[in-house]
Each structure stands twice: as structure tokens, then as C-alpha cells.
């Protein structure tokens, strides 16, 4: 939840640092383009365009020629404009014949092949048409006209939305001969042995035609501006992120070729190979883990460093497309939360003295009564979902109903009182006109109230009819108590503010969306052709997905099956063999999916084909870093928002404070006071002060012994700290236990312990002549670097106290346990040379009210959409184990492991033989997603409901969730000074205003 954020700012700070001089070069030499007028070029495409579109033909005699022109180009009558739209929908639906048909079976008798066929002749006549007009008609446009029919032609032909007329209809010609596609079917399956046949490519060539819709979006045209505009940057990390490609991807070759892991070493027995694992390695993914020591270090410099520089080109290609994207008018939202009053009420003459009386107590307004019912109403509602996902687990069903009862009497109270109060509450009361009774209606179709009754009516539905539906179920309805923490939406505005977010991004979202869309759509139906056909890569068992592993009783083999529907049968088939990655990408649906989860950059699948590596390689390269653009633009308008509220009650405080750093506390702020004053007298007399001055000195001076100090004081820290590394490695211990006379270990420790008790004492000693400790030994004791100090010899003592007494015994857990609080003093070295954990709690006050908000909408995101993967997927049979002696298909008379519905029937036919190995329970679904949250996904088999979350958070969960991880990572910068001259630039332009002001 926090720590990925902070491991993350060593490799952006390189890798941000060497694009900013990257970009300052590159500024330099745009000043010297903008002297040379040399700029014109980019534009020129778009105005020709425009002009393009703008030209009407004028034309006494009204040729052909003209009017094919107004008709397709200018679009100056009804019926062009309706061709325009049917061109477009005719896009659109083979486009989505070409999906659907991908799911067809072979023995199939449905008639929806043939006319998808058809629609497809139809389409590919309509567009040749099309194109062939438009090619004719196009030098009636003086622009075109005037460089000669066949050169203006020409000069049209290549422009970008030509060229997508023309793709829209070409592959089908090439793919109608026989002749030619047996040809080139041959030469590209001589390149790629398990390439698809000709008519497949062409036929997913039809996706080009969403294309079309660019004339609308200007979405792609903008690649062309990117590329030269940041030419100078690409050449040089693109580049450098080459030589690093190659290099670790030999080193890694030679270190990892003859790794007793079979697996790892068949991804790295040649140079070519060990590029597709590095590639991701790079991109910031490992998905193996089975390396070498030598390919540990490797790869630990590759995530530590490396993957920063790499990713430089990559975020290039998507920070220059939301560039562009800026340069369109956005969208102005008008806050409607100016009041800093929570909670407005109805005019007095609109309710009755009960009715606002009710309506203020639950809302906490009105009296200290009130703000304890607030308080306790927040806590039941952490109570409730804690609850709620802890019945999930084996065992603990009932565990505590009398609390859940409880809670949800006092719901049910808390509704009555707020559907009591609903005509003082100024949402439903909007004139006086409505009665209590309108009001009261239009309360109870609040999503609030909606959210309320589905929490509170199926427990009493439950217990009043025991063995009706809604009481077998319980199980399921239970997680509609989950809802209730969106009640907290009440006071903590988050989700509410989306609407806002799409209105003041709407825009750069219409653009980024259709560019992500596309590429989203175009990679997948690439990824289907190159893995439809994959029978070589293996993978684990899918039995969901068609094909899955049984006992024969002699060996363990893997059987291709078909899912019936009703009480989990499944039709066995007659042909044998493997589970492969053709198995997951059997049509252009289930590609899609696995495709949206290689955009978030995470790579769970890499037993790709040649052919489908190459496709991956371009994802990586390319489609990741605009695909990402909307989420990240959602999540940036969130933060916007936010972030105005709170800047807007700010300035709405009336108050004189010093105005400080971000984050600045107490201690920021005295320190700044004492900055320059002299240290106080001690109480026991000049003598002191001296030697309190020469410890102070020696300790945080800049001389030699000073140096030498801090030197010893860091190898002794990193000595103790390696001390416990090596201390774990069994070898090791059983080595110093076996050949050396006597106990190093504690005698370090022992040393290691006296330097630091000393050390500790002196700080102790000349903190009044320290001004970082504010001049006190008691501050110095009890902030940050004290604590530090202390803890790095506090176990040791406590240890030896214990052990004295016979509380423990050496080698024992417990000792372990202190053993390994020596790894602490690692922290002390912060002291020493700097800072950095103890600015954490700078860090977390600087983003105190924008995570307010967004820790609540990124809790919502998390807890919902994990009850949603737990309710589709805790009895999906990519994830049942059973016990070897149960079979996994049985006969009529004896069910196998996955003859059955749910695994719970499993365990009642085979009692504790069979188990759930994912989504068992919510907590441990609650950790799964976390993981997912992080865009890791370490499971991918889901069902099709389950896959539908799994798109929801590729498209926008994880962009949400990471918004409050991205604001402890901004302010984090901040508080430890990255960022100062936009805090320098802020500063000056509030000076300037409080200068107009005076």
C-alpha cells in the first residue's frame, strides 16, 4: 500500500533526471527551429486537412467530379452526411462481425458465418467504392488539383486517412484469391512456423476500419507530431535503452544458460531468446524468479536502475500524446460545493421542529449528542465490513451475530430517523410545495437509501422466513453490507466527484479513449492470430476453459473437453492432448482480455510464440504508455479536484501562521525559529558548555575526526546489519559454529553495542548545543534519530536481561527474534548522512486532505471489487485442487474432482479432499486484489464475470486506487525538497497577488 510508492523514486530520479537533460537539449534546439520558422511543418498536414474538408466545389455545369466531391469530401447535403454515418456503423458491425465470428466452432450449423460473409462482401464493395470516388473526385480541390490530376492524386493517396480507406478494403481483395493466399500463406508460415493462415490476417484487417472514426478524434494523426517533435529524445534513449536491451540480455544469458531450473534456463539458451524475458525485465516485470545468485544481482540492477532509463522512450511516446492532448479546450466545471456547511437544511417553514431535529442528530449537527451518533455511525459502518469479510472464512459464519445483529438494529434506527427527517433535508424538501410524505418517497429512491435497505432488509427477511431463498443465500447477500462503506460518502466526498472529472477532463478522455481503444482492440485481434494456433507452448490445467489434466490410472494426462450447462456435466470429446496457450486465446473475447492486462504493463503470460513475442514487444514499447493516458487522466483530474477543495479552504482561514514547507509540523517550525540563536547556558556551569560544544562538534562537524567518526559509525551499522543476513544462510551459520574457536557473532554484537550505547549517551549529552535536537535532550530523546539510537541497543539489553533470568534460551524463536532487530540499526545511518523516514510523517500530514477522499474511493475500489471476484470465482475449477486419490473425471456413478458445481459439493461427496486454491474467502481475496491494485496479476484464468472485473480495474481501478499512492509519492519529493522551483514559481505568484491585493 505505501512502500511500492517510495522504492519507486531512486529509478524515477535517474530516470526523470536524464530526460530533463535530454529535454533541456531538446528546448534548445526548438528555439532555434522557431527562429528558422521551421515549425510551419508540423501543422501543415492538419491544415491541409481542414482545408481539405472546407472547400466546397463550385461548378456551373455540375460534373460528376463536383458532386462526388461535395458528396464525400465537403458533405455540404443530407444524404452525404448519411453516408458519412453509414460508412462509419458499417465499420463498426464488421468490426464486431469479425469478433464474434472468432468464437464459431468448427462443427457448428449456425447460419451467422455466412452472414458475416456477406456483410463483409458488402462492406468491402461500399469502401472500394468509396475510396475510388474519393481518389477521382479529389482534384476539385484546388489544393490537390493544382499540382496535375495524377500527382494531386497521388499526394491524396498518401495522406493518413487515405491510406486507412484504403486498408479497409484491400486485405479483402488480396485474401478473395486463392492463388495469392496459398502463396503468401507459405512465406509467412516459412518465417513463423505456427503463423495463421492469409485470409485470417486479412480478415482481422477489418479492425483498421475503426480507423474512420480518426477523421473525429485526431487521435493517431497526433503519433506523427510526437515523433518529430521529440526526435532528439528517442534517438538518444531509444538508444541508449537498446545497448541495455542487448547487454543484460547477454550477461543474463550467460549466467542463466546452464540454471538447474529447467524452465529458467529454456527462456535463456540463446542470446534472442533471453531478450523476450529481459525485455520485461526492463519494462519493470520479472516473471520468473528461479535465477542464479549471479542473475539475482542482474536483475536487482536491472529494477533498481535500469528500468527507469528504459522507460524513458516509452513514457515519451505517452507524455508526448497527452501533451497534444492538452492543447484542446477543456472542459470548466463549476464546484458545486462552495459552502464549507456539510449539510444544508430546508427552510424552517418547509418542516416540522421533529423533522429537522431528526434530520440534524444523524447528520452530527446540532449538538454533541449528535457528533457521538456520528462517530458511532462511522465506526459500526468499519465494524459491519470488517464483519462481513471475516464470515466469509471456513468456520467463522457466525462469528459474532449477535454484534451484526446489533449493528444492523441501530441501521434500521439510523434509517427511520433520516427517513424522518427527510423534509428538512434541503436534497428532497426543494420547495414548499412537497409534503413530508414526496419527500420521503424521494429519500427512499436515494442511492443512500437504497444502499441502507439493502444491508438491512435481507437479515430480516432471512430470520423472519428461515429456508426461503434470500436465508439459503445468505452467503451472497451478506456482501451487500460491503455497500455501507459507501455511506461514508456522506462526509468524505470521492465517487461523487467522478462526474466532475469527466466533465473537466472530457476532451483529452474523448481523444485518449478512442486512441487506447483501438490499440486495445488491434493488439488483441493480434495476439488471437498468433495464439489460436499455438499448440506447443504448455500450460497449467484450465478445465473452465476446455481443457484440463485426468488419471488413467497409470499416468497423469491432459484431456480436451466441452462444458455442458446444469449441475457442472461436461461432455468428454475423443481427442487427446496438451493444455496450451491455445486454449486461452480461442476467440477475440478471451484475447482481449489477457491483452487489456499486458497494457497495465504487467506480463503473468510469457509462453508466447515467436510471432506473439514480437506483438508483445510492441505493446511494451508503444501501447502501454497511451493506454495508460485515461486512467492516468481520471486520476489526475481526481487529485485536481481535490486538491482545488482543499486549496480553496484554505484560503478561506483567516490565520497569520508562518507559512512553511509542505508538511512542516511543530518541529519544522520551531526549528526554523531557533535558527541563529545561540544554544542556552547549562546549569552546571561554563565547563559543561565547553564540553558539550566539543562532543556536539565532534559529533556533527565537518572535520577529519568528525568524518572518520561517521565512517566507522556507518561500516559498524552495515557490519551488524550484514552480520544478520549472513547469520540466516544455514552454510554460514554451521561454518562459524564448526571452525571458529569462539562466538564472533556475539562478540561483535557486544562490541557493535558498546559503540552504540556510548554513541547514544554522548548525543544524549550534547543535544542542548545541537540545534536539530531544538536544543533539548529530552526532543532529541523522543523524535525520530533519539528513537533510532535507542532502539539499535535497546533489544540487546532487554535480551540479556531475559537470558539471565532463564526467560531465554539462546537459539530459541525468541532469540532469533531479537537477532533480528539488529537489522533496525540500518535506519541510524539516516542520521548520519541524511534524511528520509523521518521526513514520513512530513510526508503524510502534506497529504492528509487529499487522502481524505482518495483513500475512501480507493477502499471502495478494493473492497468492492473484491467481493465481486470472491462471489464469481470461489468455485472456479481453474483454481480446485483435490486429492490425488480423487479422480478429476468420474463415471456416471462416481463424480471426478470437476463433475461438480461448487467445491464445497466436492467436500461433501469427498469429505476435506478437495480445496479452493484462490478466492476461498474474502480476506484472502481482499490480498489478491491488493496485488492486482498494484497491476500484478498473478492469476488470470477467470471466469467471464470475473473477467469483467478484471477489465474494470485494467481500464480504470488501478488508476483510481493509485491515486493516493501517487500523492504520498508527489509529496514525499516535495518534503524532501524535488520539485522546488515550482514551489519557488507558486511562491512569487502568491507574493505578486497579496502585492495587488495591499
Not at 561483535?748 to 554513541?759: G, I, K, Y
Not at 480495474?953 to 509529496?971: E, H, K, S
Request: include cysteine; charged fraction near 20%.
Amino acid at each position: 500500500l505505501i512502500a511500492v510508492a517510495f522504492f519507486g523514486i531512486p529509478a524515477s530520479i535517474i530516470g526523470s533526471g536524464f530526460e530533463d537533460i535530454i529535454s533541456r537539449r531538446k528546448d534548445e534546439m526548438m528555439e532555434i527551429k522557431q527562429r528558422s520558422a521551421a515549425l510551419d511543418v508540423l501543422e501543415e498536414e492538419d491544415q491541409r486537412e481542414e482545408e481539405e474538408h472546407a472547400f466546397v466545389a463550385h461548378d456551373e455545369d455540375a460534373s460528376l467530379s463536383s458532386c462526388l466531391y461535395n458528396f464525400l469530401h465537403a458533405q455540404t447535403g443530407f444524404w452525404s452526411v448519411f453516408f458519412e454515418y453509414y460508412t462509419l456503423a458499417l465499420a463498426v458491425a464488421s468490426a464486431l462481425a469479425y469478433m464474434l465470428d472468432t468464437m464459431k466452432s468448427k462443427d457448428s450449423n449456425s447460419t451467422l458465418p455466412a452472414f458475416f460473409g456477406q456483410l463483409e462482401t458488402v462492406s468491402a464493395i461500399v469502401f472500394t467504392a468509396e475510396y475510388g470516388f474519393k481518389v477521382y473526385s479529389i482534384v476539385e480541390n484546388p489544393m490537390y488539383g493544382g499540382k496535375g490530376d495524377f500527382m494531386g492524386r497521388l499526394a491524396y493517396m498518401k495522406n493518413f486517412s487515405s491510406l486507412v480507406d484504403l486498408v479497409s478494403f484491400l486485405p479483402f481483395w488480396i485474401g478473395y484469391s486463392p492463388t495469392l493466399d496459398g502463396l503468401l500463406t507459405g512465406a509467412i508460415r516459412f518465417v513463423f512456423s505456427s503463423a495463421p493462415s492469409l485470409g485470417s490476417i486479412t480478415q482481422c484487417f477489418r479492425l483498421l476500419r475503426l480507423l474512420k472514426f480518426e477523421r473525429y478524434t485526431k487521435a493517431f494523426t497526433t503519433f506523427d507530431d510526437i515523433i518529430r517533435e521529440n526526435i532528439d529524445v528517442l534517438a538518444v534513449t531509444g538508444f541508449t535503452a537498446t545497448i541495455m536491451w542487448i547487454f543484460f540480455s547477454s550477461v543474463l544469458y550467460f549466467t542463466e544458460r546452464d540454471n538447474p531450473d529447467a524452465e529458467t534456463a529454456s527462456y535463456y539458451s540463446t542470446v534472442p531468446r533471453s531478450m523476450w524475458v529481459t525485455l520485461l525485465n526492463l519494462s519493470g516485470e520479472s516473471p520468473l524468479s528461479n535465477y542464479s545468485t549471479a542473475g539475482k544481482v542482474v536483475t536487482a540492477m536491472i529494477g533498481l536502475v535500469a528500468s527507469g532509463l528504459f522507460g524513458i522512450p516509452i513514457g515519451v511516446l505517452g507524455g508526448g500524446f497527452e501533451e497534444l492532448a492538452d492543447e484542446e479546450e477543456e472542459g470548466e466545471v463549476e464546484d458545486e460545493d462552495e459552502s464549507d456547511d456539510q449539510y444544508e437544511g430546508a427552510d424552517d417553514d418547509k418542516c416540522k421542529p421533529f423533522e429537522k431535529s431528526c434530520y440534524q442528530f444523524v447528520n452530527g449537527v446540532g449538538s454533541k449528542a449528535a457528533g457521538i451518533f456520528g462517530l458511532v455511525t462511522y465506526t459500526l459502518i468499519v465494524a459491519s465490513v470488517a464483519l462481513g469479510i471475516v464470515q466469509t472464512c471456513a468456520g467463522y459464519e457466525s462469528f459474532m451475530q449477535e454484534v451484526d445483529a446489533m449493528i444492523v438494529v441501530f441501521f434500521s434506527v439510523e434509517y427511520m430517523l433520516r427517513l424522518i427527517g427527510a423534509p428538512a433535508d434541503a436534497t428532497f424538501a426543494t420547495n414548499a410545495s412537497l409534503g413530508g410524505l414526496k419527500a420521503r418517497f424521494r429519500f427512499m429512491c436515494s442511492l443512500f437509501s437504497l444502499i441502507d435497505l439493502l444491508a438491512i432488509v435481507p437479515f430480516f427477511y432471512a430470520n423472519a422466513f428461515p429456508g426461503s431463498w434470500i436465508d439459503r443465500n445468505d452467503e451472497y447477500l451478506r456482501m451487500l453490507r460491503l455497500f455501507r462503506l459507501l455511506k461514508l460518502e456522506k462526509y468524505f466526498p470521492s465517487l461523487t466527484l467522478i462526474d466532475d472529472v469527466f466533465r473537466l477532463k472530457k476532451q483529452k478522455l474523448i481523444k485518449t479513449i478512442f486512441a487506447a481503444g483501438t490499440l486495445w482492440i488491434f493488439f488483441a485481434s493480434l495476439l488471437f492470430l498468433a495464439e489460436s494456433e499455438d499448440t506447443s507452448n504448455g500450460i497449467d490445467p484450465v478445465p473452465l476453459y476446455g481443457c484440463s489434466a485426468y488419471d488413467d490410472g497409470a499416468n497423469v494426462r491432459k484431456k480436451r473437453f466441452f462444458l455442458g450447462i446444469g449441475q457442472g456435466k461436461k461432455k468428454l470429446a475423443s481427442n487427446e492432448m496438451d493444455c496450451t496457450m491455445s486454449d486461452r486465446f480461442t476467440n477475440f473475447f478471451d484475447s482481449f482480455v489477457y491483452t487489456g492486462i499486458h497494457l497495465t504493463g504487467d506480463y503473468p503470460l510469457i509462453e508466447y510464440n515467436t510471432l506473439g513475442r514480437i506483438i508483445n514487444f510492441f505493446i511494451v514499447v508503444a501501447a502501454v504508455g497511451v493506454v495508460s493516458i485515461p486512467a492516468g487522466l481520471i486520476a489526475s483530474g481526481f487529485s485536481e479536484l481535490v486538491e482545488g477543495r482543499v486549496a480553496r479552504k484554505k484560503s478561506l482561514c483567516k490565520t497569520t501562521a508562518k507559512r512553511g514547507n509542505a508538511g512542516d509540523d511543530w518541529y519544522e517550525l520551531r526549528l526554523a525559529e531557533l535558527q541563529g540563536q545561540d544554544p542556552p547556558k547549562s546549569r552546571f556551569g561554563p565547563t559543561c558548555d565547553d564540553l558539550q560544544y566539543v562532543v556536539h562538534n565532534f559529533l556533527n562537524g565537518d572535520s577529519g575526526a568528525s568524518l572518520a567518526f561517521r565512517w566507522i559509525m556507518t561500516t559498524v551499522t552495515c557490519g551488524n546489519v550484514l552480520v544478520v543476513v549472513m547469520e540466516s544462510i544455514p552454510e554460514v551459520a554451521r561454518y562459524l559454529d564448526r571452525e571458529i574457536p569462539f562466538d564472533v557473532i556475539g562478540t561483535f554484537e557486544m562490541s557493535s553495542v558498546a559503540f552504540f550505547t556510548v554513541e547514544y549517551v554522548l548525543r544524549l549529552f550534547s543535544a542542548p548545543k545541537n540545534v536539530q535536537a531544538l536544543f533539548s535532550s529530552w526532543t532529541y530523546a523522543t523524535t525520530f534519530f533519539g528513537l533510532v539510537d535507542l532502539i539499535s541497543i535497546l533489544p540487546w539489553f532487554v535480551y540479556m536481561y531475559l537470558r539471565a533470568f532463564g526467560h531465554v534460551v539462546s537459539g530459541s524463536e525468541i532469540a532469533d527474534v531479537f537477532s533480528v532487530l539488529r537489522v533496525f540499526r540500518v535506519l541510524q545511518i539516516e542520521g548520519l548522512w541524511g534524511v528520509a523516514f523521518s521526513k514520513l510523517d512530513n510526508v503524510f500530514r502534506a497529504s492528509k486532505e487529499v487522502l481524505k477522499a482518495t483513500a475512501l474511493m480507493a477502499m471502495i475500489v478494493w473492497v468492492g471489487c473484491a467481493a465481486l471476484f470472491y462471489i464469481f470465482e470461489q468455485n472456479n475449477p481453474n483454481f480446485r485442487e483435490c486429492d490425488p486419490t480423487v479422480p478429476l473425471f468420474g463415471t456416471e456413478n462416481t463424480p471426478g474432482c470437476y463433475d461438480f458445481a461448487s467445491t464445497a459439493e466436492c467436500n461433501e461427496f469427498y469429505p476435506g479432499m478437495c480445496s479452493q486454491t484462490a478466492f476461498s474467502d474474502l480476506p484472502s481475496t481482499l490480498f489478491l486484489v491488493a496485488v492486482f491494485l498494484q497491476g500484478e496479476w498473478g492469476l488470470t484464468d477467470f471466469t467471464w464475470p470475473g473477467r469483467l472485473v478484471c477489465m474494470f480495474l485494467c481500464v480504470a481501478g488501478i488508476g483510481l486506487y493509485a491515486i493516493p499512492i501517487g500523492c504520498l509519492f508527489d509529496n514525499f519529493g516535495a518534503v524532501i525538497g524535488m520539485g522546488n522551483e515550482e514551489e519557488e514559481d507558486e511562491e512569487d505568484e502568491d507574493d505578486s497577488e497579496k502585492e495587488k491585493m495591499d
